[in-house]
């Protein structure tokens, strides 16, 4: 019993000691001389966000929602049926199309997504491929610079502080959360449940960077075999995308930063002449842009 008393005490002593050091004139004043520098943090950190927030294929739930229930007079216990799931990119299927798509996953996921093998869908999951591995570097980079902005007021902030609060320290400091799940990446799912609710198979096609670079290549070949002209031209891979940064010496073509002057600057590829003006990927409309400069352009020329 006095132990509880006394860990209740020292807990109490130390919210007290936590919460009048971050109130207090010595904190403030670190926060205030690294704002700008959290605030451009906080800015990648945004504009990743932005990066991820696609939607791959149909919607999968467009042709209307509906309430399904067991009313079966029998006690029946069919445990897999209670994890059953409807989602934009869930196909509820037999076990045969959940085996066909581990097989053949680029086959399965154009079948049963409605996703079409044409110069739009290329130049689609180009850029998707393009905005996540962009994100990817991101992470990185966003994760090396707030490290370094922490390590910099390191010795002007209490052991105590730094070793117990290092989770409320980054966010007294005012930097948002990051998310370095793997899981924003855009997932299929071929889902199986037995009519009867006791098994039940899932496949996962995660179309992670590897996953990305392969479909471009798949609905590339797809095309050429229609002999599409689009389907003859430079594809928007990982390696294109590194070809464009040596080419322009890993700088900006705007603004003229680079990694010399900043190791951890990020780089995106960029559409001179955006897709959506009929621009194409080739490598005299494409230019490496910094992530600042790349996310005020936008869709301009």
Known sequence: MLIIVISAI???????????YFKGNDFLAIKNRIRSYVEDCNDLNRHITELKAVHLGSDRLSAGRAEYRDTSKWNFKRPELKNQQYGANIHNCSRSVCD????????????YFD??????TLERFETILNNFEAAEDGKKSLQIERQKILESIQNNIPVLIRTFSKKKLETKLG???????????????FKYISPGGNSSTQCDVVMDIENLNRFVVYLSEKIKF??????QRALMTSKLRQKIKERDGFACKRCGASVRREPNLLLEIDHIIPLSRGGMTTENNLQTLCWRCNRKKGAKI
Not at 100 to 107: E, H, L, Q, T, V
Not at 115 to 120: G, Y
Not at 179 to 184: L, Q, V
Request: glycine share 4%; proline share 4%; with cysteine.
């Open 10 to 20: 020292v807990f109490a002593i130390w919210k007290m000691y936590e919460s009048s």
């Open 175 to 189: 930097f948002d959360e990051i998310s370095f799940y793997a899981s924003s990446f855009p997932r299929y799912v």
């Open 100 to 111: 066909g798509a581990r097989r053949d996953p680029f086959k399965y996921i154009c079948k």
């Open 226 to 231: 229609r002999k599409s002209v689009a389907g």
């Open 115 to 120: 996703i079409k093998a044409d110069e739009e």
